[in-house]
């Protein structure tokens, strides 16, 4: 079974903090996602990576910044956090670009 | 999910009954659309996908039918169980984009 791991549950940081949220997956995927999820508006694709060093925006990449120098491990860093950041963060990763994306357990973050 | 409308947003359905979901997309050159199922305080997960190329598929009480003419696929769930309560998104992808655009989702509640 594919595995991906995101090191925190819930999360509270306090407005301009940096903040880091990690993601892990043990089945050698090429591509790694991360998406927010707010109610009422699904999953937004924030950034997205499919090979080491290599990243390219989503659609809502204001404000984050993202680092994949492993193969199995993807990071989403917020700058300087702000209250309109408070969400639940998604990470996927999958072996077939876009397609069949296995979903880690996400991150609530709280900023405050 | 701009460019993914799911309807109707909540649907209650008597368990036993069947439910559809219908999403519309506007891009034409989309080619992949899969729907995955969140159940509450769970991640989302892949239940089924279809390609342009394919009218329908079926995968034992799921099944997924596209229009590519009218731009709308739809989930059909039959023989309803208190297990299919859950919130459902589709997305679409096209070659080319490296994205999938998600819709906001669909919250179905199986009544027993």
Not at chain 2, 31 to 44: I, M, S, T, V
Not at chain 2, 64 to 71: E, R
Request: charged share 25%; with cysteine.
């Amino acid at each position: 079974d594919v595995k991906v791991t995101q090191s925190s549950r819930y999360l509270v940081k306090r407005t301009g903090e940096k903040v880091f949220l990690e993601c892990v997956q043990d089945m050698d995927h090429e591509n790694m996602f991360w998406y927010r999820q707010d109610p009422g508006l699904g999953l937004r694709l924030i950034y997205f990576s499919y090979d080491v060093k290599m990243k390219e925006k989503g659609d809502i990449p204001e404000g984050y910044s993202v680092s994949r120098e492993k193969k199995e491990r993807f990071s989403l860093i917020l700058e300087s956090a702000s209250t309109n950041q408070t969400s639940m963060y998604l990470c996927a990763s999958s072996t077939t670009g876009y397609e069949k994306l296995f979903f880690g357990s996400g991150t609530q973050l709280s900023v405050l | 999910g701009e460019n993914v409308e799911q309807h109707p947003s909540t649907l209650s359905v008597q368990e036993g009954d069947s439910a559809v979901i219908k999403c519309t997309y506007s891009d034409s050159a989309s080619n992949y659309f899969p729907w995955y199922k969140q159940e509450l305080g769970k991640r989302p997960q892949l239940i089924i996908d279809i390609r342009s190329n394919v009218g329908e598929k079926k995968d034992q009480r799921i099944a997924v039918t596209l229009n590519k003419t009218a731009k709308h696929f739809s989930l059909h769930i039959t023989e309803t169980q208190p297990e299919d309560s859950a919130v459902y998104f589709c997305a679409e992808g096209a070659y080319g984009n490296n994205r999938l655009a998600f819709g906001k989702g669909n919250q179905v509640v199986v009544i027993p």
